[in-house]
């Protein structure tokens, strides 16, 4: 039911904005949901990259802190990760997931390719 976007190509250093809109659940779930993103590295396992929770609270990533940062629109049902100063460590397929009352929800993954 979600789809993540915006990934792509960057140069190390570089940055992009991963977005996963959540239109198909309703406004009241998703105020109350965690927000997270995954990724999963080549010939890796999945990992947390950063979570927001309800009230406000974050977690990052020991590798991606200071530089990746997760944020909600609640008028949009959107959540995103700005990624800034882009290491070739950080290429991955990307996925955002959305932890509320009316269940756990997956997005279909994006790449992320950082290149030196």
């Known amino acids: 039911q979600l789809q993540a976007s915006g990934g792509g190509s960057a140069q190390a250093g570089g940055s992009l904005k991963l977005s996963c809109p959540a239109s198909?659940?309703?406004?009241?779930?998703?105020?109350?949901?965690?927000m997270a993103w995954y990724r999963q590295p080549p010939g890796k396992q999945r990992e947390l990259v950063a979570e927001?929770?309800?009230?406000?609270?974050?977690n990052y990533l020991d590798s991606v802190k200071g530089r990746f940062t997760i944020s909600r629109d609640n008028a949009k049902k959107t959540v995103y990760l700005q990624m800034n100063r882009l290491e070739p460590e950080d290429t991955a397929v990307y996925y955002c997931?959305?932890?509320?009352?009316?269940?756990?929800?997956w997005g279909r993954g994006t790449l992320v390719t950082v290149s030196s």
């Open positions: 927001l929770i309800s009230g406000g609270s974050t």
């Open positions: 198909r659940i309703i406004t009241s779930v998703f105020l109350k949901s965690r």
């Open positions: 997931n959305i932890e509320g009352e009316s269940g756990n929800y």
